[in-house]
């Protein structure tokens, strides 16, 4: 079937303009994640939903991101008033619920550059 | 607190030789274990996870994974190298007694393997 998948999959934008990032998770599963990944590091946790809402948003670096998933399914993921220092590749992913256990299945990842 | 550390930025072994890409990991519970491979311009594929039970766990293109619970170790193993191998690995660790709700997966730095033909 159908992995996760995010578009745009390139974004450049300049500094102190606002970007969303779109995440359409594996159908059927209700746990959705985003991460960010710098160059040289592993994806680092920005925030995770169950259903609809925010379960977790601590990662977020500030409140200048900001994520919705208002049905349940397609995930956004907003920056305002973007910084260079938010350049990174955006990678989403799912599972099928919040066990533990569950495996995160990853998209290809949306590369932003803030010129 | 929850940590990865994958302590070789960089893995060169010639192809049809056994490979070995190492993890450590520090949890205040039990750890749930992951690798990931990433190709170029491309997302997080799934390998294999330890969960409980047998301390070598078999996953995707030949590779397998031992879990050592004194060494805090998870590494990632394959017997015969393949160039099409040659990739970003990431480990990663979940804690089951760690801050309530956390559900993240928490990433070590990666380590470039390359498959020399």
């Known amino acids: 079937g159908a992995g996760v998948s995010q578009t745009p999959s390139n974004k450049v934008t300049e500094k102190g303009k606002y970007v969303e990032l779109r995440c359409d998770p594996i159908?059927?599963?209700?746990?959705l994640y985003w991460y960010r990944q710098s160059l040289g590091q592993g994806p680092e946790f920005l925030i995770y939903?169950?259903?609809?809402?925010?379960?977790?948003d601590s990662g977020l670096p500030n409140d200048r991101f900001f994520a919705v998933r208002p049905e349940g399914s397609v995930s956004t993921l907003k920056i305002q008033r973007t910084e260079r220092g938010d350049s990174a590749v955006y990678l989403c992913?799912?599972?099928?619920?919040?066990?533990?256990?569950?495996?995160?299945?990853f998209g290809p990842g949306t590369r932003l550059t803030v010129l | 607190a929850q940590s990865v550390a994958q302590p070789e930025d960089q893995v060169n072994v010639a192809e049809g030789n056994p490979l070995t890409v190492k993890c450590t990991y520090s949890?205040?519970?039990?750890?749930?274990l992951f690798w990931y491979v990433q190709y170029p311009n491309r997302g997080l594929q799934f390998l294999l996870k330890?969960?409980?039970?047998?301390?070598l766990v078999k996953g995707s293109y030949g590779f397998e994974a031992e879990f050592n619970k004194s060494q805090t170790s998870f590494h990632l193993k394959k017997p015969s190298a393949l160039v099409s191998d040659s990739a970003l690995y990431f480990c990663?660790?979940?804690?089951?007694?760690?801050?309530?709700?956390?559900?993240?997966?928490?990433f070590g730095t990666g380590t470039r393997l390359t498959v020399i033909p």
């Open positions: 992913a799912s599972s099928p619920g919040l066990a533990l256990t569950d495996t995160q299945y």
């Open positions: 159908s059927g599963h209700t746990a």
């Open positions: 939903f169950q259903g609809t809402g925010a379960a977790d």
């Open positions: 949890v205040s519970g039990n750890p749930y």
């Open positions: 330890y969960i409980t039970g047998d301390n």
């Open positions: 990663a660790v979940r804690d089951a007694f760690g801050r309530t709700g956390a559900n993240n997966l928490f």
